[in-house]
């Protein structure tokens, strides 16, 4: 099993800068797809950036393309989302997730098996 868990976020004025972390444990030696997903109240939850564990691959919703910078570092097991020129339409809850069988960089919730609790993103104009 993997247990994941995000931190970082906060209340920012718009055109601020977070940087979001997610830590993982217990079996992260599998080739994971890593990803991030947001959720705003009254929506459903969408796509944000992946990128596989040992590759070089990424990807990005088209919303965050040039703002947002997902990265990883594996010696401390750690997923980061670096996020920039936020926006108030950027406020939502920013999840961290993981895939134990997508062999590609999935931008669906269903192919996510592994979830963190979340974190608050707010961002205030």
């Known amino acids: 099993q993997v247990q994941l868990v995000e931190s970082g976020g906060g209340l920012v004025q718009a055109g601020d800068s977070l940087r979001l972390s997610c830590a993982a444990s217990g079996r992260t030696d599998r080739s994971y797809t890593m990803g991030w997903f947001r959720q705003a109240p009254g929506k459903e939850r969408q796509f944000v950036a992946a990128?596989?564990?040992?590759?070089?691959?990424?990807s990005y919703a088209d919303s965050v393309k040039g703002r947002f910078t997902i990265s990883r570092d594996n010696a401390k097991n750690t997923l980061y989302l670096q996020l920039g020129s936020l926006k108030p339409e950027d406020t939502a809850v920013y999840y961290c997730?993981?895939?134990?069988?997508?062999?590609?960089?999935?931008?669906?919730?269903?192919?996510?098996?592994?979830w963190g609790q979340g974190t608050q993103v707010t961002v205030s104009s």
């Open positions: 990128m596989s564990w040992r590759g070089t691959s990424t």
């Open positions: 997730a993981a895939s134990s069988y997508a062999w590609s960089l999935s931008r669906s919730v269903g192919q996510y098996d592994y």
